[in-house]
């Protein structure tokens, strides 16, 4: 009797002893994946504060890694162009970046690039390391961004744990997030920065860069112009063939610019048929070539909307008014619009379709 007393004893010891073994684990599960959970949580604000940054995507692979603790990780962009594959080590101090054409990502991901769920591969096929690593689509709206490729080796509690698939996703799902964001800003400064018809900066933006730039050429001893460039009977164009033609021309004047100009070069619309460009690093018979050239290209343009205008009486075209800028301007940039207008009077008064140079200014087609 005693004896059975004893075995039933060690018996329901054996029970409690595996519950509380149980519990233990529970416990620590519960523990890690509140730990995991709080440091995705931080990531998640990081990359919030930095979607609005311009370089994010490089940033975005140092803090995964960072966060879960795996060797390495790669946030793969798809573009219209090129795919980018960011790819940040854990003791490396900077990503190491691949271009790739346009839908290699796609491919190399094969069905599961719509798919929602993280999956082993191998990181071979996207031309990382090649060993085993978690891939995790990153989308928000059925709308794909790319991927989140994690080293499998030194990940931790989210490769070990039953929720690692949940976890894994969640931080996928963090990333498109602040993908999204990202994407969201660029529009909003987009539509803030340039003018929505002919794609130049609009008023605002353009003053304020060329204030910067302005200080730049003080500083740095550098020569400047800004050239004010006005199409010559623009109205005519609204009344006669409508405003819908009139936005055509507009477009296609702006684009007949930007042939000219170099990347470098600042393009704006101040508004109506009026546009302005600041050029830095030309001397005057430079800029004399770059204005002509201009000129060219816009009359090219005015011809063909000439030719519709049915009115030979009335001649279309540009006409343009520049100002020299060097280390000794001590004008701010309204001050030399206002030397560029009375420059483009001139060139008005002098029948349309050329330009003067600012008083003070010398070289060809200057007024003394």
Known sequence: MKRQEREAGWARSDVEGDRMLALSRRLES???RSKYLERLLVL????????????????????VVKAVGCNWAAFCVAGREVDRIILHRRHGRAPEVTIRPAGFLRRAAGEAWSGCLPLQMRAARFGLPDESCWYLPVQWKQRVYGTLVLSAKGLGHPASCPDRNELLATLAHQVALAADLSELHD????????????????RGAWLERAEQ????????????????????????INDSLGHAVGDDYLIECAAAMTTVLRSADLLGRLGGDEFVIWMEGLDRNVLAGVVERLLTRVSAVSSRF?????????????????????????GQVDQLLE?????????????RGTWRLARGGSGGNAVA
């Open 306 to 330: 000439q030719k519709r205008l049915k009115a030979d009486s009335v001649l279309l075209g540009i006409s343009m008014g520049v100002v020299a800028v060097d280390r000794n301007e001590r």
């Open 187 to 202: 529009k909003v400064v987009q539509a803030a920065t340039f003018d929505r018809m002919t794609g130049a900066h609009n």
């Open 30 to 32: 519960a523990r890690q």
């Open 339 to 351: 030397k560029a207008d009375a420059a483009l009077y001139e060139a008005k008064a002098a029948g």
């Open 213 to 236: 730039r302005l200080e730049a050429v003080r500083h740095d001893q550098r020569k400047a112009a800004l050239l004010l460039c006005d199409l010559d009977n623009f109205k005519v």
């Open 44 to 63: 998640s604000q990081v990359l919030t504060t930095e979607a609005t940054k311009d370089d994010w995507p490089r940033r975005v692979a140092s803090r």
